[in-house]
């Protein structure tokens, strides 16, 4: 079907991108906020005096872990979202470029939108499992904490 008979033919190839270009943006967004808090913790925690800091030491190692898996986590995401917006201008590109052209640059378009497309899936993906394993580092923190202070209320 050529872009003239039905101008929105485009919205169907780039609606897909561009609502996972946004997804992910919400989600680094997030991440950001959270890569942020997890730093301060990090730092409260090393600032600690000596004697203190002992107690803490299950801790540090659990936030550095969280630290790493949310710098995994963002550099997937960013991949993602570049992909994403690339996919997003392919298909418009192509879209426009397939009304005065060949059909080897709407093959070539369309493998490239879809190329970028199951890349930018691969690592929007990559990105979640990273924080699903940050957020599992995070409840033990959590948890570990309550039982401290749970254990202090009891002696």
């Known amino acids: 079907m050529a872009l003239s008979d039905n101008p929105?033919?485009?919205?169907?190839?780039?609606?897909?991108?561009?609502?996972?270009t946004n997804a992910t943006s919400v989600f680094i967004l997030s991440t950001s906020n959270r890569f942020a808090r997890a730093i301060d913790r990090a730092r409260a925690l090393s600032a600690m005096p000596q004697a203190?800091?002992?107690?803490?030491?299950?801790?540090?190692?659990?936030?550095?872990?969280?630290?790493?898996?949310?710098?995994r986590a963002m550099?997937?995401?960013?991949?993602?979202?570049?992909?994403?917006?690339?996919?997003?201008?392919?298909?418009?590109?192509?879209?426009?470029?397939?009304?005065?052209?060949?059909?080897?640059?709407?093959?070539?378009?369309f493998a490239a939108a879809g190329i970028a497309g199951a890349v930018g899936f691969a690592a929007f993906v990559g990105g979640a499992a990273m924080l699903v394993l940050e957020s599992r580092a995070a409840m033990k923190a959590?948890?570990?904490?309550a039982d401290a202070a749970l254990a202090s209320l009891k002696k």
């Open 75 to 109: 550099a997937c995401l960013y991949v993602a979202l570049t992909c994403f917006a690339l996919g997003t201008a392919i298909s418009i590109g192509g879209a426009a470029v397939a009304e005065f052209s060949s059909s080897k640059v709407q093959v070539f378009a």
């Open 8 to 20: 929105f033919v485009v919205l169907s190839y780039v609606g897909g991108p561009a609502l996972l």
């Open 52 to 71: 203190q800091r002992q107690g803490f030491a299950d801790e540090l190692v659990i936030v550095h872990a969280r630290v790493a898996h949310m710098a």
């Open 142 to 145: 959590v948890l570990r904490e």
